[in-house]
């Protein structure tokens, strides 16, 4: 029996970099013997402080109440049905583009729940304070890995832990170990810490 390494990748489900890098690693997952494990961040957390836009924080506060129902889900039922529920509101969120629906986000919430098997009353979390210790102790843990000057996804495997990586296309099959390959070779070597190019090209999700 191959056994297979752990993955923890830290995500706010509003993100598409994140929903689009998660959707690789379950890929991977088809080619190399990994298990994806999946943690929450906040990106309403991560900005508290800084200089952002208004607009951009408006928009990450009501995000947050996402994070919020994820935190009800896993405590009524275990982290296991995280990887179901972020599936849902991701498609809803990303592949259906209801993201830039603000007005969407309790239909979406009780939607996905209902989907992931869960119960869709959960959606009340969004309006509640009563998990907040549990995303912060989540964000703070995925944070630290990486420091405060990046954001989601974060990934950590085993010992090694990096921001990323922020790609535009979904790799399949081969492709998709084979970035994983590379990804692990670069980011192992404890004094390497950035490569970047200007990204030109908006993400997509087939």
């Not at 997952?29 to 990106?43: C, D, F, T």
């Not at 972020?86 to 209902?114: I, P, S």
Request: proline letters at 4%.
């Amino acid at each position: 029996m191959t056994v297979k390494t752990p993955v923890d990748l830290w995500f706010d489900p509003f993100c598409p970099f994140a929903w689009a890098t998660s959707r690789w690693l379950l890929e991977v997952e088809k080619v190399r013997p990994i298990e994806p494990r999946w943690r929450l961040m906040s990106l309403h957390m991560l900005n508290e402080g800084k200089d952002v836009p208004a607009d951009y924080l408006q928009r990450i506060a009501r995000a947050h109440e996402l994070v919020r129902v994820v935190a009800a889900a896993q405590q009524k039922y275990g982290d296991q049905v995280t990887g179901a529920l972020y599936t849902e509101l991701g498609t809803r969120l990303h592949n259906e583009r209801r993201g830039k629906r603000l007005d969407l986000l309790r239909q979406t919430a009780e939607e996905a729940l209902e989907a992931a098997g869960l119960d869709r009353k959960l959606a009340d979390a969004m309006e509640s304070e009563e998990y907040e210790d549990a995303i912060r102790a989540s964000h703070d843990e995925g944070m630290a890995l990486v420091g405060q000057e990046v954001g989601t996804p974060v990934i950590r495997v085993g010992s090694n832990a990096f921001f990323g990586p922020v790609i535009t296309r979904i790799p399949r099959g081969e492709e998709a170990g084979r970035l994983w390959d590379g990804v692990l070779l670069v980011t192992a070597f404890e004094d390497f810490f950035e490569l970047k190019r200007s990204r030109t090209r908006e993400v997509r999700f087939d």
